[in-house]
C-alpha cells in the first residue's frame, strides 16, 4: 500500500473532522462526558492524532491533557489523583496524550516506581475506569504502535529539524534501546486492563496519516448516534454606514525606544 499523498488524507479527514463537530455539539446538548486516552511508543504520532480531532472543535468544550512529571507533592498523593481533577464534566470531551498508563509503560521501564507501585496500578486501573463507566464516563482506550525501524527514522528527523527538537529529551534516548521491554511492558498492561467496560484498541501508526483516519473513524463509529439538528443561525443585513478601524500613533513610552 503506497503512502498516502497529503491532498487525499485531507479529503478523506474532512468529512470525519465534521462527524466530530456534530459530536461535540452532541455531547453539549446532551451533557454527555467523552474522555479519550492516547498511549502508544515515542514517536508513534499520539499528538498528531490528537491534534486531528481537536483542530475544528471549541477548545472550551474540548479539551487536551499532557501532565507533566508529577510535583514532589503529587508524587505522595494517590497515583490516579492528579488526573481525576482532569476528568470531563458534562458536554466536555477530554483528549489525554498519555495517563495514568505512564505506570505501566514508562514508569515501569525505566524504574521510576517500584514493582509493589506497578502491581498495585495493574490490579487498580481496571477497578478504577469501571467506576469512571458505571458513572455514564464514554472511555475510549488507544494504543498506537510503530515498529523499531520507523521509530528509528522519526528519531532522526527529530534529532536533525530543530523545530522538533523539543520532542526529543533524555528519556527517549534512553528508551530506544529498551523496544522489547516496553513490547513486553505494554503485553502485561493489555492481559491486566483490556475489559469488556473499557477496552483497549490498537492502531498500526507506522503510516501517520492512515492510522488517524483509522483511529478517528473508529471513535465515531464506536459512539451512540450523535446526530442533533443544528440551529439555523441568520444573518441579517447590517443598517446603517460601515465604519472603518482608527490607526493612529501611540505616544512614546518613557525609556522604550523602537529601532
Not at 79 to 90: E, M, S, T
Not at 102 to 110: F, I, L, P
Amino acid at each position: 500500500m503506497g503512502k498516502l499523498k497529503r491532498k487525499e488524507y485531507e479529503a478523506l479527514l474532512e468529512p470525519m473532522q465534521l462527524e466530530l463537530i456534530a459530536m461535540a455539539r452532541w455531547a453539549q446538548h446532551t451533557g454527555q462526558r467523552v474522555l479519550v486516552l492516547f498511549e502508544g511508543r515515542d514517536t508513534a504520532g499520539k499528538g498528531g492524532a490528537i491534534q486531528a480531532i481537536a483542530e475544528h472543535l471549541n477548545p472550551r468544550q474540548c479539551k487536551v491533557v499532557a501532565l507533566p512529571k508529577p510535583t514532589d507533592r503529587e508524587s505522595t498523593q494517590w497515583y490516579f489523583q492528579r488526573y481525576i481533577a482532569h476528568l470531563p464534566a458534562g458536554g466536555e470531551i477530554v483528549l489525554m496524550d498519555r495517563s495514568w498508563y505512564n505506570r505501566a509503560g514508562v514508569e515501569h521501564v525505566m524504574g521510576y516506581c517500584s514493582e509493589p507501585e506497578y502491581k498495585a496500578f495493574l490490579a487498580q486501573a481496571p477497578v478504577v475506569e469501571k467506576l469512571l463507566v458505571d458513572d455514564g464516563i464514554l472511555l475510549f482506550k488507544y494504543w498506537l504502535g510503530v515498529d523499531q525501524a520507523q521509530q528509528e527514522k522519526r528519531f532522526a528527523e527529530r534529532h536533525l529539524n530543530p523545530l522538533k527538537g523539543w520532542k526529543l529529551s533524555p528519556v527517549d534516548l534512553e528508551s530506544r534501546s529498551k523496544y522489547s521491554a516496553y513490547t513486553d511492558a505494554r503485553e502485561a498492561m493489555l492481559r491486566a486492563t483490556h475489559r469488556d467496560e473499557a477496552p483497549w484498541t490498537l492502531v498500526d501508526f507506522n503510516d501517520q496519516k492512515r492510522g488517524r483516519l483509522a483511529l478517528i473513524r473508529n471513535l465515531l463509529d464506536r459512539l451512540p448516534d450523535t446526530r442533533v439538528d443544528e440551529p439555523e443561525l441568520a444573518l441579517p443585513p447590517l443598517k446603517g454606514k460601515l465604519h472603518k478601524e482608527q490607526f493612529g500613533v501611540l505616544p512614546p513610552i518613557e525609556g522604550f525606544e523602537i529601532p
